[in-house]
């Protein structure tokens, strides 16, 4: 008689995100089960409800560290290129983060847990805003970006990658299609502008 399959956690995880994102909260255990080649008693034994579940499948823990977009730009290279860098980044986590906060908005029995994904100092997002705040600091104050807040250039790096991305994930055609890209590249160029020091405006 064959052994039963083994299976890790990231591997249930993995098949009911990919089925939760598709088609919301209401995707039954069985129909994750299947997906994930188990029986329906192997999810419960490591998620005692379909609740615990959905809210483990829809963690960040493991999606993005904000201290990634930066560790490799600080202080070295050209600062228009590694804006663009960040700005990459940032894309692919807003990728992550936004399609799963949508379907928490969806899970009305889970609102009261969008604070954490969303709001407050230790969310993603908010990580993540305020690690690109500190480093553009860090680069003014090293003469490399000309002066100016650094918290509101933040916001609106963040903010215009935030708004491509939700349109992009909840398919409304908004604006004037463009791939991600080419609105990096041409975002940067026009942030750049008014961010660089003077001298150094190309």
Known sequence: MPRPRTITNEEILDAARELFLQRGPSVSTAEIARRAGISEG????????????FMAAMGLEAAADPSTFLKDVKGSGSMKENLGCI???????FRELIPRVIAMHA????AAHQHGIL???????CQAHNALSAHLQL???????????????????SASLWNFVFFETIKAQVYKHMEGDDYVDQLVDLLWSGMAPEGDRS
């Open 107 to 110: 899970h009305p029995k889970l």
């Open 87 to 93: 700005a990459r980044q940032m894309l692919s986590f």
């Open 42 to 53: 192997t999810i419960f034994k490591r998620y005692p409800t379909k609740d615990a579940l």
């Open 119 to 125: 709001k407050g100092p230790n969310s993603p997002h």
């Open 139 to 157: 680069e003014m104050d090293a003469g490399r970006l000309g002066r100016g807040d650094p918290e509101l250039m933040a916001r609106v790096l």
